[in-house]
């Protein structure tokens, strides 16, 4: 069972957590044995968001990442990063990479999230993703196009080797700097999560400066 269901500790946190001394590997966030290449520029810290939008908790997470993300200052760079398992997590993850392709990713992110788990659409057909991306100035021979695009499956592809290498067996997971993961249940709830990722960019940026 994903270490996403695992979340009977909600509301057992730490929310006093303010700075990197405070965070404890193993039992706050887990350390990658080999980093993953982050795609950020030289300087930046990269947060990688890993969701699937068919997750409810990705889903519950929205509100308190995005709120976190606000905060953050010009040093750290957001990469949000569909996850991949098969059968739905690959269709939704390919819908993100078009609606990316074709500039309305943004735009329609949290719109996706919604009609899945509050209109209970499923979006899991090129007919449902294609009539929804028609809703963002797109037709919908276009977004059909890009959701076999060349580019979008290998986006799709790299995700899935990402997502390998960050040994992620679960979402939604927050990956630091490609190397610390911060995950439900080792932050302790949902809402810890940004509160223990916000204290390993600053171990981060402690490490850079030694």
């Known amino acids: 069972m994903f270490k996403t ?4 500790l909600a509301g057992v946190g730490f ?8 965070v404890v590997e193993g039992q706050h966030y887990e350390l990658l044995d080999s980093p993953v290449e982050t795609h950020v520029d030289e300087g930046q810290i990269e947060v990688t968001e890993v969701f699937w939008f068919g997750c409810p908790h990705c889903y519950r997470l929205q509100t308190p990442v995005n709120e976190w993300y606000e905060t953050l200052e ?13 059968g739905d997590w690959n269709t939704h993850a390919t819908a993100f990479y078009a609606a990316e392709s074709l500039g309305i990713e943004e735009e329609l992110h949290a719109d996706f999230f919604n009609a899945i788990h509050q209109e209970k659409q499923s979006l899991t057909t090129p007919d449902e993703i294609a009539a929804f991306f028609a809703n963002y100035g797109v037709s919908e021979e276009e977004a059909k ?4 695009d060349f580019s979008v499956r290998s986006n799709v592809n790299e995700a899935h080797n ?16 490609g190397r610390y993961v911060v995950s439900p249940s ?25």
């Open 5 to 8: 269901l695992m979340v009977a």
């Open 15 to 22: 929310s006093a957590v303010v700075s990197a001394q405070e």
């Open 74 to 86: 010009d040093d750290v760079s957001v990469d949000k990063m569909p996850a991949t398992m098969g």
């Open 145 to 148: 196009q890009a959701l076999t």
């Open 162 to 177: 990402r997502m390998r290498e960050m040994k992620l067996m679960g979402v939604p997971a927050l990956v630091i700097d």
């Open 186 to 210: 080792s932050a302790g709830s949902l809402e810890n999560m940004p509160k223990v990722a916000d204290a390993l960019i600053e171990k981060v940026r402690t490490e850079r400066a030694e």
